[in-house]
């Protein structure tokens, strides 16, 4: 039977945050005890053990030593300790994706259990530099680190695939994936995906197939209850008929990108293709490839941005969110200009309180600058809000987010 832990309102985050880093920074080391104060308000159950904490505790911060993760480490370095430590919290961990659902569960175990892990995992750069921790790793819905690691290492439930996976795959089944109350759903959507990538002999990228397969499940069990599927044995021909729907959108997509890419483009623009393996060109992505790469999965809050690759094609000294927005579309506007002019005035492209991002009407957007004839973009937007319009033009365009390289200031 599942255990419950102990958690923290969110109301606590910010103090014992305070705390927590107070101590590390002005002694150098963390003096908290787990008690029975943490323990005595848990609601009836199979309430977890002082002991089992203490000993959670003392298992996590064996392992950062066994692993040897230091400061200054390398983005892969960084990578391959949360696999190992996520295949560590699944072993550990006696709790369902249901008890994993609770946030401040996580929230205490990230702030109160081992903050100084956050602080190594999450408070340096590359080279060692202290930096500024984002506190949603303590506590986010979807960004706590702890709850992360669990469950994508629960969720693929395959060691061997877990450990293989590329970091931008496995984030992408992250923020896509949901339990429907059915603790098995997860894994059974998953494992379903990669017996049909098998089955289909998928070699390409699939990141964009993963997406358009979970679109179709989602569509499709709005109007389908889970537990049906089950009771009736339908499980796998449900998921078997959304995987192919999402494959004939996929290949469709895959075409749209080979155009997009250049095979169908004029001279000027094939020569921009080409030119990628120039030596400048080569040498700039080696610049940009020597710090770490980040998708448009995450959070760039308070983050200063450096460059971006797109396509194989590297674009350095987009110094501000507008510069790096503004750069990107203006490369789609000389190699597809009618294609990236659809995007102005789309109502699928306006914010929530009907803003245009996009119009051939600069009097439309509040902060705008021209991009070519008649077609002009906003400026003004958040560094979050840049990125989420990224990813929904090349969604737009047909082309893989995996294809979208970022890259910060240290």
Known sequence: ???????????????????????????????????????HWLPMGNRV????????????????????LRPAASAQARTAFDRKLGLKLREWLDITPSIAADTGMWAYMNIMLVPELIRLRWGYTEKGEARTINHERYYDTNRAYLKK????AYMINDTGLYLRMKQDEIDIWYDKAFNRGQDKYIQCVFTNFYKNIEAFNITAEVNDLYRQFFK?????????????????????????????????NFKESQEAIRRIIGTEFSDKTKNVVSSIKSPAIEAALKRLR????????????????????????????????????????????????????????????????????????????????????????????????????????????KISRNKFEIYLQN
């Open 290 to 397: 020597t710090h770490e790469r980040h998708s448009l999965e995450e959070d760039f809050t308070s983050l200063v941005p450096r460059g971006f690759i797109l396509a194989g094609i590297p674009f350095e000294n987009t110094n501000s969110w507008s510069d790096l927005f503004s750069t990107f579309i203006s490369y789609l506007a000389k190699k597809a200009p009618e294609q990236t002019r659809t995007l102005a005035d789309n109502p699928r492209l306006f914010s929530k309180s009907g803003s245009r991002y996009f119009s051939v009407d600069f009097s439309k957007v509040r902060e705008n600058k021209r991009i070519m004839d008649n077609f002009y973009i906003e400026t003004n937007l958040s560094a979050n809000d840049f990125v989420r319009l990224i990813g929904e033009v090349l969604d737009f365009f």
């Open 216 to 248: 179709v499940v989602n569509r499709k069990l709005a109007y389908i209850n889970w537990y049906a599927l089950l009771d009736s044995s339908g499980t796998d021909k449900f998921l078997d008929d959304c995987f192919k729907t999402a494959y004939e």
């Open 1 to 39: 039977m599942a255990k419950i832990y102990p958690r923290l309102e969110s109301f606590e985050y910010k103090e014992k945050i305070s705390f927590v880093e107070n101590q590390l920074s002005s002694k150098g080391k963390y003096d908290y005890v787990v008690t029975d104060a943490d323990l």
């Open 49 to 68: 053990e002082l002991k089992e904490l203490e000993t959670l505790r003392s298992n996590i911060i064996d392992f950062i030593s066994s692993e040897g």
């Open 149 to 152: 690691l669990w469950l994508t």
